[in-house]
């Protein structure tokens, strides 16, 4: 499977954005999609994460109560609306799908990933 992320950009303190994510090819193996980030001269971590199926999403502490990730079956695409963004939000964006549902906080869970999108918020 083929993911595209887009969505990213520069906004204040307080303001929102969504990002998308776009997956292509042979989707039907994938039952889990995930958002991480990374920020400047930090390692990869988890954000949030959708079973497929299901529709069951995980969040980090951090991110619950401002974040909602959501799914379009139609058009195969992963939201991540954000709202209330801080400046520790600032990172690059990734998505990325898994077969697996279990472990969905780990990097090495997802097989696939998407070239990734900056969001920058100013104070």
């Known amino acids: 499977v083929q993911l595209q992320a887009s969505g990213g950009g520069l906004v204040q303190a307080g303001g929102s954005l969504r990002l998308s994510c776009k997956a292509s090819?042979?989707?039907?193996?994938?039952?889990?999609m995930g958002w991480f980030r990374q920020a400047p001269g930090k390692t990869r971590a988890f954000v949030s994460a959708?079973?497929?199926?299901?529709?069951?999403?995980f969040y980090t502490g951090s991110v619950k109560g401002r974040f909602t990730i959501s799914r379009d079956r139609a058009s195969n695409t992963v939201y991540l609306q954000m709202n209330t963004l801080r400046p520790e939000d600032t990172a690059v964006y990734y998505c990325?799908?898994?077969?697996?549902?279990?472990?969905?906080?780990?990097?090495?869970?997802?097989?696939?990933w998407g070239q990734g999108t900056l969001v920058t918020v100013s104070s």
């Open positions: 090819g042979r989707t039907f193996n994938y039952n889990l």
């Open positions: 959708i079973v497929w199926n299901t529709g069951t999403t």
């Open positions: 990325a799908a898994s077969i697996n549902s279990l472990g969905y906080t780990h990097t090495h869970t997802y097989s696939n």
